[in-house]
């Protein structure tokens, strides 16, 4: 019985060893979280305010990051999302990290999302086709604020959009306040594309 089991193993050992030499190694890319201009989609000033620094991990299934950044707004719910990019624009916009800044602003978040998972969308009419090419497509990450933190919301805060009006547009910053800054995504990352 022990002969039969030691032979299983080194079976299955034969079998994965030549699948994993066959994979790239990660690739690891760093970029700069600069403050983010929701109304045009663009840095808020050029050259870009930078806050902090970002890190993506491709793989060939997958990628991962870490979003560490200062000049939050403290105390509040953030949440991190990955914007992926096709030719056309956005393809796919879903939920990578989040929870409450501490009262110094400054923030650590790190997620991971695997090609074909479809999870976590921002909206129903916002494109949420995933990733799938983790080594080739551009990923634009976006730091959003949820305005103050409300205890018995906090949850909801630091997992979802917040998002539920007819269209994604509606929606883009419903913490603004009147009169306030009117921007929901407030820093971003930029990866682009092998």
């Known amino acids: ?45 050029n050259p870009p305010t930078v806050v902090g620094k970002a890190s993506l991990v491709r793989t060939d299934d997958g990628i991962s990051m870490t979003f560490r950044t200062t000049e939050l707004p403290a105390g509040e719910p953030i949440t991190i999302w990955w914007i992926i990019l096709g030719p056309g624009g956005p393809v796919s916009g879903q939920f990578a990290a989040g ?48 305005g103050p933190k409300d205890p018995g919301r906090v949850p909801i805060q630091i997992h979802t959009s917040e998002a539920g009006g007819p269209t994604f547009e509606d929606d883009l910053c419903p913490a603004a306040t009147p009169g306030g800054d009117p ?8 990866f682009a594309g092998a």
């Open 1 to 45: 019985m022990t002969k039969t089991r030691l032979g299983m193993v080194v079976a299955i050992v034969a079998l994965v060893v030549p699948l994993a030499a066959h994979a790239d190694a990660a690739t690891r890319q760093t970029a700069d979280v600069f403050k983010w201009n929701d109304l045009t989609g663009m840095p808020t000033t």
């Open 99 to 146: 929870h409450v800044v501490g009262n110094n602003g400054v923030a650590t978040f790190s997620g991971h999302l695997s090609e074909g998972d479809t999870s976590g969308c921002f909206h129903p009419q916002f494109p949420c086709q995933g990733l799938t090419d983790a080594r080739g497509q551009t990923v634009l990450l976006l730091a959003r604020t949820h």
């Open 183 to 190: 921007f929901c995504q407030i820093q971003a990352a930029l």
